[in-house]
């Protein structure tokens, strides 16, 4: 069983920046996708960034220009350098993994962007 351990969330002011680290227990050149997903209190869980394993990286509109994910194969490890923290931002952050048909998924790490 693939596992995935978030780290790096916590609280910080609007403006600031923070990054979360994905750590995961197996090879990461042998997953298809690593992305990472938020959910924030009363809302569906939705798509952040992801990053292939040809090295193309996606973002969704609200996060584009501010928030870059990238991984590091040596430690194998994704992260997500999020700069420009809003309000809005605050959810659970989740990180998610794609080996052909197979998905797995971490357990989550709270950031909250306030003042």
């Known amino acids: 069983q693939v596992q995935l351990v978030e780290s790096g969330g916590g609280l910080v002011q609007p403006g600031g920046s923070l990054r979360l680290s994905c750590a995961v227990s197996e090879n990461i050149g042998s997953f298809d996708r690593m992305a990472w997903y938020r959910q924030a209190p009363g809302k569906q869980r939705e798509f952040v960034a992801a990053i292939t394993s040809g090295g193309s990286t996606y973002y969704s509109d609200p996060v584009k220009g501010r928030f870059t994910i990238s991984r590091d194969s040596a430690k194998n490890t994704v992260y997500l350098q999020m700069n420009s923290l809003k309000p809005e931002d605050t959810a659970v952050y989740y990180c998610?993994?794609?080996?052909?048909?197979?998905?797995?998924w971490g357990q989550g790490t709270q950031v909250t962007v306030s003042s």
């Open positions: 998610h993994v794609r080996r052909r048909s197979a998905t797995y």
